[in-house]
Structures are given as C-alpha cells and as structure tokens.
T-cell receptor, first 114, second 113 residues
Framework: DVKVTQSSRYLVKRTGEKVFLECVQD?????MFWYRQDPGLGLRLIYF???????EKGDIPEGYSVSREKKERFSLILESASTNQTSMYLCASTLRSASYNEQFFGPGTRLTVL | DQQVKQNSPSLSVQEGRISILNCDYTNSMFDYFLWYKKYPAEGPTFLISISSIKDKNEDGRFTVFLNKSAKHLSLHIVPSQPGDSAVYFCAASVDNYGQNFVFGPGTRLSVLP
C-alpha cells in the first residue's frame, strides 16, 4: 500500500522561528510536491522537485525553501515563520512517466504560527 | 486569477439522490483532469480522472463529464451516500511529465441521511 507520511500532524510555532516540515514517501516516486491549503483557495503549490537535489518554485514560494537530499524525503522550510503562514500543509508524490498519474498525498500538517 | 474554478463552495444532497459537482477552467491547454476527495484531517485521495480526448469516464457510482468547448467538467455521484460527505477538489494539468496540477478551491458536499 502506497504511503506518504508527514512528520507532524499539528505544529504550533512562534513568529520568527525556523520551521521544518518533513515528508517521506515509500513508493520510489521521482516527483514530490508541497502545497498549502487555505479555505476558499484550495491547494496552492509552494515548491516541487523532480529529482534529488532538484527544486522548482511553485505559485507561492515566498517565505519558503525546500530540500531534497534523498529521493524519498522532501523537506519544507519556513526560514522565519510569520502568522500568515498559518495553514494546512500537504505533501504529495507521483511517478514521473509518459502518462498522467495521480498524486498521492500525505495526511497534512496543520501549522499555527503565533 | 484562478485557472480552475469551483463556484459552489458547498452543496447539500439527500441520501440516494444525485450529487453534481461542477468545475470550470480558463486554460485551454489543460488536457487532463482529476477529482480528489478530502475528509477532515486527512490528505486528498484520488477519485477519478478524464483525458481531454474523452468526454465521459465512469467508475462505479462516479462519472466525470468533460465539455471542452465550454471548458467545463462535472462530477456526478449516483446514488449519493453519507460517506461521500467530504470536500471535492477539481484539478487540471498541462504538464506531461511532471504531473503538476492546478487545483480548484473545492466544494464541500454534505449528503444528508
């Protein structure tokens, strides 16, 4: 059974703190994604990665960075957390192939920045 | 400017009746569409997809219809069950290899017993 896991389900941090969100997939997928989900806005892409050491900006990368040192792990970093980064963060992965494949999502991390 | 729109934030349907969730898109280059279902405190799960070369795809109680000229797709659930109560996201892609999708804002479906 395919699995995407995220390090924390709930996280509370203070403004200015550095925050690490970890995502691990066990499906040997090349592509990994970080989204944030906000009411009325759906899922917005922050960053994605097609391979180890590779990263691409999504639609809303400001205030975030990522790291992909191993194929199975994709980390999202908030360098200096702000209250407007309070959100649900979702990690996803998918195979890279010549045909379309759905993304598999983790359970999400609800981050609150005080 | 949202490229994928779901204009109904919520929908309530009686158990056993049909649920119709709508999605509109603006980018005519989109050629693959998916529907995801999301329960609270869980990640979205894939439900059904359709390629732009088709106008209908069916999987059990779920059918997706695509009208390319109107840039519109819809998800039909027949018959609706209380367990279908969730948020449904429409997603679209024009990326052949990255599987990079643009998601709509979601519609919350409530199926009433």
């Amino acid at each position: 059974d395919v699995k995407v896991t995220q390090s924390s389900r709930y996280l509370v941090k203070r403004t200015g703190e550095k925050v690490f969100l970890e995502c691990v997939q066990d499906m040997d997928h090349e592509n990994m994604f970080w989204y944030r989900q906000d009411p009325g806005l759906g899922l917005r892409l922050i960053y994605f990665s097609y391979d180890v050491k590779m990263k691409e900006k999504g639609d809303i990368p400001e205030g975030y960075s990522v790291s992909r040192e191993k194929k199975e792990r994709f980390s999202l970093i908030l360098e200096s957390a702000s209250t407007n980064q309070t959100s649900m963060y979702l990690c996803a992965s998918t195979l890279r192939s010549a045909s379309y494949n759905e993304q598999f999502f983790g359970p999400g991390t609800r981050l609150t920045v005080l | 400017d949202q490229q994928v729109k779901q204009n109904s934030p919520s929908l309530s349907v009686q158990e056993g009746r049909i649920s119709i969730l709508n999605c509109d898109y603006t980018n005519s280059m989109f050629d693959y569409f998916l529907w995801y279902k999301k329960y609270p405190a869980e990640g979205p799960t894939f439900l059904i997809s359709i390629s732009s070369i088709k106008d209908k795809n069916e999987d059990g109680r779920f059918t997706v219809f695509l009208n390319k000229s109107a840039k519109h797709l819809s998800l039909h659930i027949v018959p609706s069950q209380p367990g279908d109560s969730a948020v449904y996201f429409c997603a679209a892609s024009v990326d052949n290899y990255g599987q990079n999708f643009v998601f709509g804002p979601g519609t919350r479906l409530s199926v009433l017993p």
